[in-house]
């Protein structure tokens, strides 16, 4: 196939370090895998880069959350519009940030009237950004001597000022780092025994963790983060000073899970398929369904198109006139792109240039990691596009 041949040769010219590739159909069937290249590029390392590598899925992480955070609704633990205020007090309590003042270091805030609930920390419509995205954000940070995202703990990492009147707009942010300490607090359980036992244990799934150095069996499958200069140019060198939790000793439920693409391939075929052992159908459809009014739809949309970072980083290169809506799966391109997808395609991916997709009308799904930053680099994007519209074309009967 030719995807195959774009991919070895970006391992040939020390693009990508390493890669592995799974796609199949609703019906259980895998369609495709492939791995090539190596899981590191240290100078002791030479095991290959294969099915069973553990990598960071960043925030691939964001769909279980998603899934579990449901399965606390169906059973009664969480309502999707309830104020989650009182098993989260530190969530909001800033207020909403509206400008900084230079000369004074200091931020001025208003307080928010809307209550933040579930179903916006799944649609980050809750008034959140991440810190590093918001130069106002940036400033309040270092105005108190912090550096961004950076912490042991969800609530030192994104107990920030919110940006907007929660329900009213929509940016990129830690929703589902609180909808998973959501999930703890109701539940009583950690995030990774809660998942190991409602959705990992029923799918015969072992490859996804939360805590990979506690796993003895994953020691020598792990992937190590590599990078291209700032220009996402070659050849990749090793970064080992790159922490991707920066300093994260909790689950993270918006991005903290390690998973090999065997396991995580699992987990993103039962979505594909609905599968009963994880949800009704009502939750299902309540997973897929677009999220956002038409208010946030297009300050969504706005946001994809307000710099070349946003439509790389979170539009995930598919070009920005294709409009989009979000779902708690992920983000929903309304219209296909002929010989790529169908309408109504889901996407999202993780930070190391990992993507998935669910093409629920084609009845496909594929998932494609690697671990290389800058964040999703668009000469490997390139590459999974690639992959993912060979596989639409091969086994959706579309040409």
């Not at 959140?128 to 954000?137: A, G, K, Q, T, V």
């Not at 290389?372 to 579309?398: C, T």
Request: aromatic letters at 10%; charged letters at 25%; a negative charge.
């Amino acid at each position: 196939m030719e995807f195959e041949k774009a991919y070895e040769k970006a391992v040939e010219d020390n693009i990508l370090p390493g890669y592995a590739l799974m796609a199949g159909n609703k019906n259980g069937k895998v369609l495709y895998s492939g791995a090539r290249g190596m899981q590191s590029l240290r100078d002791a390392s030479s095991r290959p880069f294969q099915l069973d590598t553990i990598c960071a899925i960043a925030s691939m992480t964001k769909l279980m959350t998603a899934v579990a955070a449901l399965q606390c609704v169906e059973a009664g633990l969480l309502e999707l519009d309830k104020p989650v205020s009182d098993l989260l007090p530190e969530i909001g309590k800033y207020g909403i940030i509206t400008g900084f003042d230079d000369e004074k270091n200091e931020a001025t805030m208003v307080p928010n009237s809307t209550p933040i609930t579930l179903r916006m920390l799944l649609s980050h419509t809750n008034g959140h950004e991440y810190d590093w995205f918001n130069p106002l954000l940036m400033k309040w940070r270092a105005s108190r001597g912090e550096m961004p995202w950076v912490g042991p703990t969800v609530e030192q990492k994104s107990t920030l000022p919110l940006i907007f009147e929660p329900g009213t707009s929509f940016r990129y942010g830690a929703g589902s780092d609180w909808a998973g300490k959501l999930v703890e607090k109701a539940t009583g359980k950690s995030l990774e025994a809660f998942m190991a036992e409602r959705i990992w244990g029923p799918l015969g799934i072992k490859d996804i963790t939360f805590y990979p150095k506690k796993r003895d069996d994953m020691a020598d499958r792990m992937a190590t983060i590599s990078t291209l200069n700032e220009k996402g140019e070659g050849p990749a060198v090793d970064a080992p000073d790159f922490d991707i939790l920066f300093g994260g000793t909790e689950c993270l439920g918006g991005g903290g899970g390690f998973a090999s693409m065997e396991g995580y391939f699992a987990f993103l075929q039962a979505v594909l398929r609905k599968d009963r052992s994880l949800l009704n159908d009502l939750s299902w459809t309540e997973l897929f369904k677009p999220q956002l009014n038409e208010q946030c739809k297009k300050a969504f949309n706005d946001y994809l198109k307000s710099s070349p970072l946003h439509s790389q980083y979170l539009g995930m290169c598919i070009p920005t006139d294709l409009e989009k809506t979000w779902s708690f799966a992920g983000m929903i391109c309304e219209k296909g792109q002929r010989g790529r997808m169908s309408d109504g395609s889901i996407f999202w991916g993780g930070v190391p240039s990992m993507t998935w997709y669910l093409d629920f009308e084609a009845g496909i799904c594929g998932v494609a990691a690697c671990q290389i930053i800058p964040p999703m680099s668009p000469s490997v994007l390139a590459l999974h596009e690639q992959f993912q519209r060979e596989m639409y074309q091969k086994f959706s009967g579309a040409k």
